[in-house]
């Protein structure tokens, strides 16, 4: 652990040393800015996805469009001996190419609220592939929609019974009826006991279809509206594969993928009287094994775990993990920072990874008493609260990740920076990195990972407060909020601003 | 390109549009696929439209959709059962589409063409399809194999047999839930046909794996298997291993599987026996009786009735009714109205003493529960137990319960209430009715709301029927005639809808003497909706009244109103005099 407070810490890998520090390089980056080049609202990524397998990647922006990004140094010589060979020598990490991009939401006007809806994608979540179609679901503040990614073959039509260009009205019937000929004819064709010749008629002959090319084809399959009084925060599938829930500022709904026109309340936390409101649902995830376990995180600051077994409305929690308020350290903006913006689950469904402003926090679902343990992430702007609250800075949403193996944890910062921390036990990996070519640039001092014992006020290791390592001021308005872990590889992908960059290690 | 000659032109644009850019015209030509291929003969239908079909898995889900069903119909157009197989493929490629309601129309018409096929063709192309499909790469294939099974087991070698059982063993194991879902759902359909040997070992081996399943979805889908299987099964077996099972699901963790075995629990009973059920499934009805979860309750509460009838009285007293006694004052209004919509029922198996001891206080309760649906269900049923006690012992509760629901200020509750006049009429007796609800009757004439205006002169019809004209003329006709001198033009509009409904049934001397007058006098009403309505009215009453009073009476009136200024009552008024000249002229 770090250093002398000799506070029991106990983490979230198995035992044993911990694993040594990551050596973080640079991979990608898509949409990189030029120096000087104005950043368009629309552009801005909003979500970041991969899917189950690594295969593929997934943005939203804030245009309400999804971009699609797929792996390519498996897919080319996957599986082959010369591939196995290759992995020997050569650092191999994933490499992602841009695949395909459709307008996913539009900005929308309710008119009964005389509210704007903006397009702008929410969360992005993979569904499970079908017959080589990849499946998504992405939200704005109000719809969710499912969506359905596939390579289509483009069909050319070569061989007609009627010729097209010959007969100008050829989309209908009409003609023959225009020209009074066959008006009554034709009806006995069509008949059901019109007696053919038993042979058929040779004349007639099918479409001939040709395909030359094939195009990848995005289309909605599903639209999931009219649930949601608030605005949307999170959706998560379930690993029953057949259903997902939608979680908005008071509610939390679940949804059957296949059935869009009905949903059902599972947690409702609005009081009879509004002005009695004192907590709000800030994320929400289902259980990545058990299908009857989600967790949702609120505004003050707890995480509390459901059991849907239980019973059909869940407002009372199976479990409720908060943290102790320390003793005397109570200020205006106690409530504000201890807000929850992002929680997830480790993969094997043990731990709860959440993020709230100040820190990083990992919860043993078997334990409620504390984190198991938690990372400074921004203790060194505690000093400055007044100004982020101000200038709203102090209300910024950051997204956290889990790597594969849950063995570490990693989240957004200001100024573009992104914090990785050892999560296994004993480790005492802190790093953080910079969205750009050269991540390492503004590698410093690993920060202070301190343990529960934390709230007795020792802390170690701080940095400096109010710059970076390189004495600059921190910029509020380039934050990195939203970032994922690739789910079997050490890779992160990162947005800063409307540049997608990406890492591994 | 070819040109067709022009006799042949529809039909030819109708093969054309299989690949038209408008789905709604492809849809039309597959809906037509029969006249197609009846056009294109038969062995060109085997030829060329069903592999062109075969090509066609891309299209629409509308479009599949229809195909899939098509299909299912095609044996004749492809030449008979001997060639029914050609048409496996393209059904095939349809039960591996990821659009649910496409695979389950695939998956029917597969086991249609697989029931008629010929053993020999079912071995050689509908086996190797369902083995396919069963090994199939993405799960929707696998999906869709479940529900082949039955339809191929059937006729197979026993080496084949051996085969088959071991691929859907594998498909209840399977790593995607869904599989297994549609593993557990089909269990009971594959069991049917399998031997009774096998079913004993490897049918309920699956079945056991199927019940202790992670996931709950899976495992209420096992529920349902119960039932199934335990018809299949020698008694004896059934209840060493599927009761061991319902009382374990009983008590499931997961109120989801809970209340499916409520549901369910009446095909239970018949599965595993009148012995077993009275001492091992009282207990666990008992218990879902009285679980936490409303869900369960409400499910449990609606089927009292039926597990009653199961049941000898004194075990249904000794065990059923304590719990029905706290239902009846559950904290859920939805579990109350559950019971009171069967409750009623257990009168006629409690019998006449248990039932006044036992089960009036109840119904009594329910009257005067707080949520309207509640009483409305007890009400809806009163007949059953009348049957058994009379009405008496009832009555003084029943009275303020109508009262307070006929003004209930939820329109549709006024409505329901209304509904059940008549019944509640027929049950109480014309001394009642008339002391306590003839007043209510015409209240409703005045409602604020037109359905329940509406609903209020239907029933004054159906009261005259009940109690005959001549109770009619003296409790309703007076108060409806006074109706017509109402200051308010909708309630004077009410009186005339309720003439034109009572007038048949009171007959043609009645109509005469009371409404005519009354309905004439109503034509120089100054408001115009009230005048086309009397023109309206007047027609009606054309074919129940003497032709003498239609040339007297009705025409001059209607001969009146067709010079009113108002285009509409013109209008009505011209047509019920085409309609009298009409009946004239059939009658001459």
Known sequence: MNGGDGAASSSAATSGPPPPSLEWRFSQVFGERTAGEEVHEVDIISAIEFDKSGDHLATGDRGGRVVLFERTDTKDHGGSRRDAEEMDYSVRHPEFRYKTEFQSHEPEFDYLKSLEIEEKINKIRWCQPANGALFLLSTNDKTIKYWKVQEKKIKKISEMNIDPSNDPGSSSSLPIIANGVHADKPQDYLSKDYPFPPGGIPSLRLPLVTSLETSLVARCRRVYAHAHDYHINSISNSSDGETFISADDLRVNLWNLEVSNQSFNIVDVKPTNMEDLTEVITSAEFHPIHCNMLAYSSSKGSIRLIDMRQSALCDSHTKLFEEPEAPGSRSFFTEIIASISDIKFSKNGRYILSRDYMTLKLWDINMDSGPVASYQVHEHLRPRLCDLYENDSIFDKFECCLSGDGSRVATGSYSNLFRVFGASQGSTEAATLEASKNPMRRQIQPPARSSRSMTSGVRRGSESPGSDANGNAHDFTTKLLHMAWHPTENSIACAAANSLYMYYA | MAMVDEPLYPIALLIDELKNDDIQLRLNSIRRLSTIARALGEERTRKELIPFLSENSDDDDEVLLAMAEELGVFIPFVGGIEHAHVLLPPLESLCTVEETSVREKAVDSLCKIGSQMKESDLVDSFVPLVKRLAAGEWFAARVSACGLFHVAYQGCTDVLKTELRSSYGQLCQDDMPMVRRAAASNLGKFATTVESTFLNAEIMTMFDGLTKDEQDSVRLLAVEGCAALGKLLEPQECVARILPVIVNFSQDKSWRVRYMVANQL???????????????????????????????????????????????????????????????????????????????????????????????????????????????????????????????????????????????????????????????????????????????????????????????????????????????????????????????????????????????????????????????????????????????????????????????????????????????????????????????????
Not at chain 2, 270 to 286: F, M, S
Not at chain 2, 356 to 381: A, M, Q, T, W, Y
Request: charged share 20%; glycine share 4%.
């Open chain 2, 266 to 588: 009446y095909e239970l009973c018949e599965a595993v026996g009148p012995d077993c059920t009275k001492t091992d499934l009282v207990p666990a009805y008992v218990r879902l009786l009285r679980d936490n979860e409303a869900e369960v309750r409400i499910a449990a509460a609606g089927k009292v009735t039926k597990f009653c009838q199961l049941l000898n009285p004194e075990l249904a007293i000794q065990h059923i009714l304590p719990c029905v006694k706290e239902l009846s004052s559950d904290s859920s209004q939805h579990v109350r109205s559950a019971l009171a919509s069967v409750i009623m029922g257990m009168a006629p198996i409690l019998g006449k003493d248990s039932t006044i001891e036992h089960l009036l206080p109840i119904f009594l309760s329910l009257l005067k529960d707080e949520f309207p649906d509640v009483r409305l269900n007890i009400i809806s049923k009163l007949d059953q137990v009348n049957q058994v006690i009379g009405i008496d012992l009832l009555s003084q509760s029943l009275l303020p319960a109508i009262v307070e629901l006929a003004e209930d200020r939820h329109w549709r509750v006024r409505l329901a209430i209304i509904e059940y006049v008549p019944l509640l009429a027929s049950q109480l007796g014309i001394g009642f009715f008339d002391d306590k609800l003839g007043a209510l009757c015409m209240q409703w004439m005045q409602d604020k709301v037109y359905s329940i205006r509406e609903a209020a002169a239907n029933n004054l019809k159906r009261l005259a029927e009940e109690f005959g004209s001549e109770w009619a003329m003296q409790h309703i006709v007076p108060q409806v005639l006074d109706m017509v001198n109402n200051p308010h033009y909708l309630h004077r509009m009410m009186a005339l809808r309720a003439i034109s409904l009572m007038a048949p049934v009171m007959g043609s001397e009645i109509t005469c003497s009371k409404f005519l007058p009354v309905v004439v006098e109503a034509s120089k009403d100054r408001v115009p909706n009230i005048k086309f309505n009397v023109a309206k009215l007047l027609q009606s009453l054309i074919p129940i009244v003497d032709q003498s009073v239609v040339d007297k009476t009705i025409r001059q009136c209607l001969v009146d109103l067709s010079e009113d200024p108002d285009v509409d009552v013109r209008y009505f008024a011209n047509q019920a005099l085409r309609s009298i000249d009409a009946a004239a002229v059939a009658q001459s």
